[in-house]
């Protein structure tokens, strides 16, 4: 079950929030939405499960149009919407049988302990909302868009103010339903979208900015190589110097160096032969990948 999202422009009176912004979320995947506050995700979010209409463009949610197939739009997307708007005098099994009920479900009784299970929430289930903690009032949000069994997950911002213990837990969760199920996810954090997400998509004052696979981009937006490497002997500078490719030279302690190379060529391939030439063993090698957090800054600065 896939998110097509074509040209879809959002306008708050003279705001545009959304500026032609097209992309697809593909079925299974768990796709990172990324961008600094005030860009745009909350408001795609919405359009996406219905909330609201876009001004221009389309969205098409498993074949069905956001315009014109709200309701089976609805039945197909679990969305848990950001500040998790939850009913704090209510039980939890009382709210989330009520949410069962505007879902017509059957077998309620079976889908909701089944969901309890799925987000961790079995000792908390006969409190009430109120009385939980930040990390156990977000899974019940999350039970609350995956009580129907949706196959599409929208999640604004599910970590957000959760301590690093419940952060833990509830990534835990997300990857575990990411298993099953196609997640859309918005942070404005990097970490954790390196952590969790398949592919990741950037925007900027409503504009997709970065559209790539993770690993991926983390590679292609630098333009040069550093390599680090682990010598088991002593090693000259002169010598690595002479290693095709290799610009620059850092000795790091030891028998540990860093070189870097502006060259399309794989440094490590360079370096290996040189090492087997002159005799020496390699301890270890390893390319530094760009960190997310950097390219983040410098496309949304
Ligand atoms: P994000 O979730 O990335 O922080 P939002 O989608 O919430 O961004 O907001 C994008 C922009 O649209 C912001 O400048 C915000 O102030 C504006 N905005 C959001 N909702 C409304 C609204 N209902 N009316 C007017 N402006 C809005
Ligand atoms: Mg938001």
């Known amino acids: 079950m896939s998110i097509e999202i074509k040209n879809v422009t959002k306008i708050y009176g003279l705001q545009k929030a959304l500026n032609e912004v097209s992309f697809t979320v593909n079925q299974g995947e768990i796709l990172g939405f990324l961008g600094p506050n005030g860009a745009g995700k909350s408001t795609l979010m919405k359009i996406i499960s219905c909330y609201i209409p876009p001004t221009e463009g ?3 949610v498993d074949g069905y ?3 014109e197939d709200s309701l089976e739009i609805r039945k197909r997307v679990g969305y848990l919407p950001e500040h998790n708007p939850l009913y704090l005098d209510m039980y939890v099994k009382e709210y989330l049988t009520f949410i069962a009920g505007i879902h017509k479900l059957n077998k309620k009784k079976e889908k909701l302990s089944n969901v309890i299970d799925l987000v961790g929430l079995g000792l908390e289930q006969n409190k009430k909302i109120g009385q939980l903690s930040k990390g156990y009032k977000q899974r019940v949000g999350l039970a609350q868009a995956l009580i129907h069994d949706p196959k599409v997950l929208i999640l604004d911002e599910p970590t957000s ?3 690093p213990n419940q952060l833990a837990d509830i990534r835990e969760v997300i990857k575990n339903i990411g298993k099953e199920k196609t997640v859309m996810f918005s942070s404005h954090i990097m970490q954790e979208i390196e952590a969790i997400c398949d592919r990741i998509v950037i925007i900027n004052r409503g504009k997709l900015i970065v559209d790539k696979d993770a690993l991926q981009m983390m590679n292609s937006n630098s333009s040069q190589q550093i390599v680090q490497v682990e010598f088991e002997k002593i090693v000259s500078k002169t010598e ?11 000795q790091l302690e030891g028998n540990s160096w860093q070189l870097i190379s502006t060259k399309p060529e794989d440094l490590r391939v360079e370096i290996s032969k040189f090492a087997s030439s002159k005799g020496i063993l390699v301890l270890s090698l390893q390319k530094e990948t760009q960190k997310l957090e950097n390219i983040f800054k410098e496309l949304t600065n």
């Open 58 to 60: 389309t969205v098409i």
């Open 65 to 67: 149009d956001v315009r």
């Open 161 to 163: 103010g959760l301590d």
């Open 240 to 250: 690595l110097k002479s290693i095709k490719g290799v610009e620059k030279v850092k």
